[in-house]
Every structure is written in structure tokens, then in C-alpha cells.
């Protein structure tokens, strides 16, 4: 499968969800988009949109200011 990633990092809530939105609509389903935020909030932001969206939440983390998520597209 393609690697998709996303640099949202220096954006503000909401605009790395918005930008995972957009990004997600270019991504085959079933593969996974990686997405890098320095907003502290996307953790909950991401955890809802993916509650919201059906999309999977597979991997979360934390590297010294930057959060990670791997979201894997699900239609």
C-alpha cells in the first residue's frame, strides 16, 4: 500500500482536521493516511472525527512536540 502523510504541523484547531478531511478523500480505501500536528488538542479532534466519520483511528503517538495518527480510510 501507498504511504499518505500529512504535515499538519504550526496549524491550529480546526485546520488539521480540515486538512485530514481533504487529504482523506485522495486516499484509496482501506490504506492509511499519517497524520503530524503540533496542535495538543488534535488528540481529541482526531479521536471525534474518526468517531464521526467511520474512519479508523489505528496508531497514536507522541514524538517530543509533534502527535502522530495513522488513520486507515474506511467508505
Not at 62 to 74: A, E, H, T, W
Amino acid at each position: 500500500m501507498a504511504e499518505h502523510i500529512l504535515d499538519a504541523k504550526g496549524l491550529n484547531c480546526p485546520l488539521p482536521i480540515l486538512k485530514a478531511k481533504k487529504a482523506l478523500a485522495s486516499v484509496p480505501d482501506g490504506e492509511f493516511l499519517e497524520i503530524l500536528s503540533t496542535d495538543p488538542g488534535s488528540v481529541a479532534d482526531f479521536e471525534a472525527f474518526c468517531r464521526q466519520t467511520g474512519n479508523e483511528l489505528m496508531e497514536t503517538g507522541q514524538d517530543g512536540d509533534v502527535y502522530k495518527f495513522k488513520i486507515k480510510r474506511v467508505t
